[in-house]
């Protein structure tokens, strides 16, 4: 079973540019989550889906963040304009089950941002 | 507000010994807790797992601890071995939002 994909690994912009990341989550896997990762920190989540609905962005920076999630399956995450503060690793999640239960979460590998 | 705190940002085991991590909570409402293990250029990969009705869960060199009293739990691995050497996070939820809060994670380190 192919694990959850993420693209690209390794991005460095200038404040004010924009950027985007790609997931694409483990196939049939009904909930996808984005996480950032802050240096020295825990996963905090940005934004939950279930199938292409969004269930929780209570933290997403909507002033500049966005997420969508294309026909249930892929997902991407975009950032404009970015900050300094942005700098961390974005993780993105899979899990098989609808929301509203306890269920296991596939991370894939992360894309690591830096804001010069 | 950190609701999930590992107090130790790393620990160093001899191999064989038994590896003891942390994790505290603060929310009385999270009934379910996980340890994840995450090695470097990696994402996390699920570990281990306990619900607040039980107080301990095993699999095989890794067990889980809860301590619901003292709002605290720990993973314990017994015996270490270096491929163990990873950064480890808690993380908890609870049934009202099923949402993973996790802590800031703890680098293990286990010396062959």
């Known amino acids: 079973e192919a694990g959850v994909a993420q693209s690209p690994r390794y991005k460095i912009i200038e404040k004010r540019q924009s950027v985007a990341f790609w997931c694409n989550p483990i196939s049939g896997h009904a909930t996808l989550y984005w996480y950032q990762q802050i240096l020295g920190q825990g996963p905090k989540l940005l934004i939950q889906f279930q199938n292409n609905g969004v269930v929780d962005d209570s933290q997403l920076p909507k002033d500049r963040f966005s997420a969508e999630r294309l026909k249930g399956v892929d997902s991407t995450l975009k950032i404009q304009p970015a900050k300094l503060e942005d700098s961390a690793v974005y993780l993105c999640?899979?899990?098989?089950?609808?929301?509203?239960?306890?269920?296991?979460?596939?991370f894939g590998p992360g894309t690591r941002l830096t804001v010069l | 507000d950190q609701q999930v705190k590992q107090n130790s940002p790393s620990l160093s085991v001899q191999e064989g010994r038994i590896s003891i991590l942390n994790c505290d909570y603060t929310?009385?409402?999270?009934?379910?807790f996980l340890w994840y293990k995450k090695y470097p250029a990696e994402g996390p990969t699920f570990l281990i797992s306990i619900s607040s009705i039980k107080d301990k869960n095993e699999d095989g060199r890794f067990t889980v601890f809860l301590n619901k009293s003292a709002k605290h739990l720990s993973l314990h691995i017994v015996p270490s071995q270096p491929g163990d050497s990873a950064v480890y996070f808690c993380?908890?939820?609870?049934?009202?939002?099923?949402?993973?809060?996790f802590g800031t994670g703890t680098r293990l380190k286990v010396l062959a």
């Open positions: 993380a908890a939820s609870h049934s009202g939002t099923y949402k993973y809060i």
């Open positions: 929310n009385s409402m999270f009934d379910y």
């Open positions: 999640a899979s899990s098989p089950l609808a929301g509203g239960s306890y269920n296991e979460q596939f």
